[in-house]
T-cell receptor
């Protein structure tokens, strides 16, 4: 079954404690991306990757890092989480750039930073 | 920067009604996506359009490139269609993604 898998789905952590949200897809997609969703602000893109070792910033990259060492994985790293990073996070992938194929979304990761 | 506006923000319908959700944008785009987000939070892609019209079951999506406007229609609406519908545009490159604010649809039995 074609899917995008995110872990953890729910996490409560404290300010400053490094965490990683993993994202994995089994469709051999080139394009992967991360979004955060906040009430009143909607979905906003954090980072995206057009292929292995190719990543670029989206609209709200501050406080986040990513890496794309393998095609299937695109982890989101919060080196020193702060309360303003409390949000619902989504990973998505598509065959190539977001304009050239259907976007497949993970189920979301709800992060709370105390 | 592309400005994307969706209307209405909230929509309540009776089961069986025909529903239209609109999305307008301000600059030329290469593609427009319609997404559905259910109460549990998961997001599903419904359509990707660059021109014309697409149909999938009871859902129809259209786009008018000249008018910079897209519509999502639901025929014979059902309570299970209750969800947030989100318009997403892509202009130029993968970086230039702009999301609409979403339309909360509630279909009453």
């Amino acid at each position: 079954e074609a899917q995008v898998t995110q872990n953890p789905r729910y996490l409560i952590t404290v300010t400053g404690k490094k965490l990683t949200v993993t994202c994995s897809q089994n469709m051999n997609h080139e394009y992967m991306s991360w979004y955060r969703q906040d009430p009143g602000l909607g979905l906003r893109q954090i980072y995206y990757s057009m292929n292995v070792e190719v990543t670029d910033k989206g609209d709200v990259p501050e406080g986040y890092k990513v890496s794309r060492k393998e095609k299937r994985n695109f982890p989101l790293i919060l080196e020193s989480p702060s309360p303003n990073q409390t949000s619902l996070y989504f990973c998505a992938s598509s065959r190539r750039g977001a304009g050239t194929g259907e976007l497949f979304f993970g189920e979301g990761s709800r992060l709370t930073v105390l | 920067k592309n400005e994307v506006e969706q209307s209405p923000q909230n929509l309540t319908a009776q089961e069986g009604e025909f529903i239209t959700i609109n999305c307008s944008y301000s600059v030329g785009i290469s593609a427009l996506h319609w997404l559905q987000q259910h109460p549990g939070g998961g997001i599903v892609s419904l359509f990707m359009l660059s021109s014309g019209k697409k149909k999938h079951g009871r859902l129809i999506a259209t786009i008018n490139i000249q008018e910079k406007h897209s519509s999502l229609h639901i025929t014979a609406s059902h309570p299970r269609d209750s969800a947030v519908y989100i318009c997403l545009t892509q202009s130029g490159s993968a970086r230039q993604l702009t999301f609409g604010s979403g339309t909360q649809l509630t279909v009453l039995p």
